[in-house]
């Protein structure tokens, strides 16, 4: 049978540079990081977009014995992937969308039986999972398929590659049991005993759910594994020592396992494993068929699953509604919390942000996805931050999903629908609910592994009047929050801050001399005198802007501010008695598509921008000389996920405050000036006027986020705003 064109599938035929489709797949273990001569101008690097983020590296496509085979390298082309952290789902999809059909696996692993000592090449066709947390399957919603597993690896691919080891005159084990433990530290002394005990042969940390999930898509794989080590020194058997050190005790330490014995072995043996791939390949039919484990239709409904475009959620409806939906309508009647957009969650990726539906949560949802976290959304859609909400029974009640209410996470079936904000991606989850609810958080926490805190009421407001829902958004929602995560044991937290902590900004003496000045509140007579810069007490000199750092002393102004410092404190004093970790992003002037409008609680880029929306000029306060860093939402959202990644690692009980800004400072004015040119909107008007709560200048180093978590900022002044001045902004919201 001759191969397929590439046009046989949708993936394969958004890459033209593909003559042959690829039946078989190589996956590279540790070690195998290339497989094709880089002269070789047939050679084609596919990158395959995935509905669950990004593959371990990009796919190759070259020839061996005249075939086109796909390859890719399990922990990435550097070795940057732990074994945990390795998106199996991704991997297994992109090459089944590529039309894979059988999949020949290398890997590296330790032998923890005398039958297989280092050195020898394994042909494994058993395991022991002792993993735990990774997704492993692709039927966790809607129709739950049940894999038969007694053969995980193919008998008839196992039988072909022994066949063609002996041919090739390769001495192997055509027989191997593997125990595949998490990872990435290695085996104790007696996990090795118990692993020997049950009757293994071998441990790896990377073969589950790889094998599980291939079979899930009718991918038929084989494995060819190479022993390097002896697992923590037992093989050969304990009872059997080698050579014997002074005080009598077996000294196996040659052989015992360690990251540089593993890579130096693998890397001397890297040409025999080449060999005996490519014998393995070539001896694999052309006509090879899969077993078919899983009904085609199954397997096709996961090919169909929606995939983001580059930095977006997906737009359109490829998620299939194979569950019962809800009725037309309605919401639970008992404020039970239902998930939308299914739940295909990643239990050891599993993030939760709490107003994700929101202007800057959305889009730290967005980037999350694009690198393989599942998230959990949980949002009040806030009617002064959101156009629409759905008609619910209580502050719990949830928006329906597509994938109807059998959809994994937290969820009671019942009620009605109403469209959830992420409702065509598979990996996010929506509950509708406060986070001042006790139980809407409580289930929302459920499973989770890190929190990302976005939901809180902004902006300076209207008046004070606004306290009392100031107060209890962000200091009480907070708190409810962080007595949730401790009630569930999760220890990671990331929130979001702001610049307003620090009060009035940092400044210098005109003459440059002495230390910085943090300048008492600005008077209203001078204010309505139009004198808007603060003074020098003993010159009358206007001070000079600076910029403040982390360290400078916080000085809240207004209750929004206060409630900030509210919640950095009570996240600190959260970390500090469970030994959690948290990190507070002071975010300075956040701006880019989807700010909502119409409202005084989103910030000037909103107010300008909504101004031009409705045809009329800016309106300036002040002198529009007021400094500010206007960083887009893009970058606040990658800060977020470099400080995710930070809390995975590092001391406990620990706090840890960052900047989070452009780098460039520009006036008020200049954003005003600058939206309207590139909308070709009215002038800015310069109006004098001023609330007593604004600072002045605020403008902040972000140094220590850029040196400790190695962000940097991508989106310039000049293209952020020219791409805001034309972007959609959210529907006109209610005020309150």
């Known amino acids: 049978m001759p191969e397929a064109s590439p046009s046989d599938t949708p993936v394969a035929a958004a890459h033209p540079a593909l003559t042959e489709q690829p039946r078989i797949a190589v996956i590279g273990g540790s070690g195998l990081y290339s497989l094709f001569d880089g002269s070789d101008d047939r050679v084609v690097e596919v990158t395959v977009p995935t509905p669950f983020g990004e593959t371990s590296s990009p796919i190759t496509v070259g020839r061996i014995d005249g075939r086109s085979v796909a390859f890719l390298t399990r922990h990435g082309a550097d070795h940057s992937v732990a074994p945990h952290r390795i998106n199996?789902?991704?991997?297994?999809?992109?090459?089944?969308?590529?039309?894979?059909?059988?999949?020949?696996?290398?890997?590296?692993?330790?032998?923890?039986?005398?039958?297989?000592p280092p050195g020898t090449l394994v042909l494994t066709d058993q395991f022991i999972d002792r993993t735990w947390g990774r997704p492993d399957t692709f039927f966790d919603r809607g129709s739950v398929q049940h894999l038969a597993a007694a053969d995980p690896f193919c008998p008839s691919l196992h039988g072909l590659a022994a066949g063609a080891l002996t041919a090739a005159g390769e001495v192997?084990?055509?027989?191997?049991?593997?125990?595949?433990?998490?990872?990435?530290?290695?085996?104790?002394?007696a996990e090795s005993v118990w692993f020997r005990a049950a009757g293994a042969h071998t441990?790896?940390?990377?073969?589950?759910?790889?094998?599980?999930?291939?079979?899930?898509?009718?991918?038929?794989?084989?494995?060819?594994?190479?022993?390097?080590?002896?697992?923590?020194?037992?093989?050969?058997?304990?009872?059997?020592?080698?050579?014997?050190?002074?005080?009598?005790?077996?000294?196996?330490?040659?052989?015992?396992?360690?990251?540089?014995?593993?890579?130096?072995?693998?890397?001397?043996?890297?040409?025999?494993?080449?060999?005996?791939?490519?014998?393995?390949?070539?001896?694999?039919?052309?006509?090879?068929?899969?077993?078919?484990?899983?009904?085609?239709?199954?397997?096709?409904?996961?090919?169909?699953y929606a995939v983001p475009a580059a930095g977006a959620v997906p737009a359109d409806g490829a998620v299939p509604a194979d569950g019962a939906v809800l009725a037309d309508g309605a919401v639970p009647a008992d404020g039970t919390a239902v998930v939308t957009?299914?739940?295909?969650?990643?239990?050891?990726?599993?993030?939760?942000?709490?107003?994700?539906?929101?202007?800057?949560?959305?889009?730290?949802?967005?980037?999350?996805?694009?690198?393989?976290?599942?998230?959990?959304?949980?949002?009040?859609?806030?009617?002064?931050?959101?156009?629409?909400?759905?008609?619910?029974?209580?502050?719990?009640?949830?928006?329906?999903?597509?994938?109807?209410?059998?959809?994994?996470?937290?969820?009671?079936?019942?009620?009605?629908?109403?469209?959830?904000p992420f409702d065509d991606d598979p990996g996010v989850e929506f509950l509708l609910g406060d986070v001042t609810d006790p139980q809407a958080v409580a289930a929302a926490l459920a499973g989770v592994t890190v929190v990302c805190h976005q939901a809180a009421k902004v902006g300076l407001g209207v008046d004070f009047l606004d306290a009392p829902d100031y107060v209890a958004s962000n200091e009480l929602g907070t708190a409810i929050l962080l007595a949730g995560m401790t009630r569930a044991g999760i220890g990671r937290l990331v929130m979001a801050s702001s610049m307003v902590v620090y009060g009035e900004g940092s400044y210098r003496r005109a003459s440059g001399t002495g230390d910085t000045l943090r300048p008492p509140a600005r008077q209203q007579s001078d204010l309505e005198a139009g004198r808007f810069d603060p003074v020098d007490p003993a010159t009358g000199l206007a001070l000079v802007p600076a910029l403040i750092s982390e360290d400078d002393p916080l000085d809240p102004r207004n209750v929004y501010a206060s409630?900030?410092?509210?919640?950095?404190?009570?996240?600190?004093?959260?970390?500090?008695?469970?030994?959690?970790?948290?990190?507070?992003?002071?975010?300075?002037?956040?701006?880019?598509?989807?700010?909502?409008?119409?409202?005084?609680?989103?910030?000037?880029?909103?107010?300008?921008?909504?101004?031009?929306?409705?045809?009329?000029?800016?309106?300036?306060?002040?002198?529009?000389?007021?400094?500010?860093?206007?960083?887009?939402?893009?970058?606040?959202?990658?800060?977020?996920?470099?400080?995710?990644?930070?809390?995975?690692?590092?001391?406990?009980?620990?706090?840890?405050?960052?900047?989070?800004?452009?780098?460039?400072?520009?006036?008020?004015?200049?954003?005003?000036?600058?939206?309207?040119?590139?909308?070709?909107?009215?002038?800015?008007?310069?109006?004098?006027?001023?609330?007593?709560?604004?600072?002045?200048?605020?403008?902040?180093?972000?140094?220590?986020?850029?040196?400790?978590?190695?962000?940097?900022?991508?989106?310039?002044?000049?293209?952020?705003?020219?791409?805001?001045?034309?972007?959609?902004?959210?529907?006109?919201?209610?005020?309150?």
């Open 341 to 420: 957009g299914s739940s295909d969650v990643d239990a050891g990726r599993l993030l939760l942000v709490t107003g994700g539906a929101g202007f800057i949560g959305s889009a730290i949802v967005r980037q999350a996805r694009d690198r393989g976290w599942s998230v959990r959304v949980l949002d009040s859609l806030r009617p002064d931050v959101h156009a629409a909400v759905p008609a619910a029974a209580g502050p719990a009640a949830a928006v329906p999903s597509a994938a109807g209410p059998a959809a994994a996470g937290p969820a009671a079936a019942g009620g009605a629908p109403a469209a959830g």
């Open 88 to 116: 199996y789902r991704a991997n297994i999809w992109a090459l089944k969308s590529l039309g894979v059909r059988a999949i020949v696996s290398s890997a590296a692993v330790g032998g923890v039986s005398p039958d297989v």
């Open 563 to 736: 409630s900030k410092l509210s919640q950095e404190y009570l996240a600190t004093s959260w970390a500090r008695s469970t030994g959690g970790r948290a990190i507070a992003l002071r975010y300075h002037n956040v701006y880019g598509p989807g700010m909502p409008q119409n409202t005084p609680y989103a910030g000037v880029a909103s107010l300008f921008r909504s101004a031009i929306e409705r045809g009329e000029a800016p309106r300036v306060f002040e002198d529009g000389r007021q400094r500010r860093d206007f960083v887009h939402v893009a970058d606040v959202a990658s800060a977020n996920l470099a400080a995710l990644d930070s809390t995975a690692t590092g001391p406990d009980s620990t706090f840890r405050a960052f900047n989070v800004g452009s780098g460039t400072v520009h006036t008020i004015g200049d954003l005003a000036e600058a939206l309207s040119r590139f909308s070709g909107g009215l002038a800015p008007v310069v109006t004098g006027e001023f609330r007593l709560g604004d600072v002045r200048h605020i403008t902040a180093s972000s140094e220590r986020l850029r040196s400790e978590l190695g962000w940097t900022p991508s989106v310039s002044f000049d293209d952020g705003v020219r791409e805001f001045a034309h972007a959609p902004l959210r529907a006109a919201v209610t005020e309150r």
């Open 172 to 189: 192997f084990s055509s027989t191997g049991t593997v125990v595949v433990i998490q990872g990435p530290r290695f085996s104790t002394r």
């Open 203 to 304: 441990v790896n940390m990377t073969l589950v759910p790889e094998v599980t999930l291939a079979a899930e898509l009718n991918i038929g794989t084989v494995n060819l594994s190479f022993v390097t080590d002896a697992d923590a020194g037992l093989a050969p058997s304990a009872d059997t020592p080698s050579d014997e050190t002074a005080d009598g005790t077996a000294d196996t330490s040659s052989d015992s396992v360690s990251a540089d014995l593993v890579f130096r072995r693998l890397r001397d043996a890297q040409p025999r494993i080449i060999r005996a791939i490519e014998a393995i390949v070539a001896a694999i039919p052309v006509d090879y068929e899969p077993r078919e484990l899983i009904a085609p239709a199954e397997v096709e409904r996961v090919l169909a």
